[in-house]
């Protein structure tokens, strides 16, 4: 089921990988055993919608023990500062984005966000949904634990840690090679925010730091060579890494 302004929890994307989509932003749960890892924050209204998704996968707050943020742009951020300070969940994110995560509105874009609207006004509905599930008034958070590039982080399903600078300077995707599995951010989409583009491409210069640096990125996502591709906007990518690379590039080439 499409993941549009209304919350949807997609059960067991892949085997113990549950996706919770709320206005437009997909946040992840991956299970390992009794043990959860939430993959993203999504918006502020997200929060209330989290407790009823791990209690439809028979879990609670209890059994969450991290929180991995791919990048800390606001609809990434959103309940972040509300899962550390009542759940006492750690978040981890990459050294690069520790100052976006600080400051959600100080971050990098090679594009007007406002003139990026009046040039594609088929995004309005989805930008307006994300405005009214909080995107204007995310916390920042501190104290957060550091992401190591290139390496299996100890939280349940032991990620490997991508790293694919380019939407924000300290983008990581996660790669569960055992599931089959690519959690990609925004570093490949399959609906960008910015335009309502479908398919798999980059995020317009409107959202992304570089995007230079960002098409260089996907030369990871294609090495992973994963079956199935979980964006941070977007329905989920299942034929594969090589397939949603080659159509992001043919995007970007347009």
Known sequence: MAAGNH????????????????????????EDGTRVTVVD????ATWSHLEQSLQAIGRSRDDVDALVITHAHP????????????????????AADERIAQHPYR????????VSTLRHPRAVPMLTAM????????KGVTNTRRLPPSAVLDVPGHPTV???????????????????????????????????????RLIAGAGTADSVMAL????????????TVLPGHGEPWQTGARAAVAAAREA???
Do not use: K
Not at 166 to 182: E, K, Q, Y
Not at 218 to 225: A, C, S
């Open 162 to 200: 991508l790293f694919t600078p380019g939407h924000t300077f300290g983008h990581c995707a996660l790669h569960l090679p055992d599931r089959g599995v690519l959690i990609s951010g925004d570093a490949l989409v399959t609906l960008d925010p910015y335009t309502a583009a479908r398919g798999p």
């Open 252 to 254: 970007a080439a347009l």
């Open 7 to 30: 919350p949807t929890l997609t059960r067991n994307i892949a085997p113990g990988v549950h996706r919770l989509g709320h206005a437009y932003v997909n946040c992840y749960l991956i």
């Open 75 to 94: 609809d990434h951020l959103g309940f972040a500062a509300r899962i550390a300070a009542q759940w006492s969940v750690p978040i981890w994110v990459h």
């Open 216 to 227: 260089a990125s996907l030369q990871d996502i294609e090495d992973t060579d994963a079956a």
């Open 107 to 114: 971050h990098e874009h090679e594009g007007n966000p406002l």
């Open 131 to 138: 405005m009214t599930a909080g995107a204007l008034r995310v």
């Open 41 to 44: 924050a999504a918006l502020p």
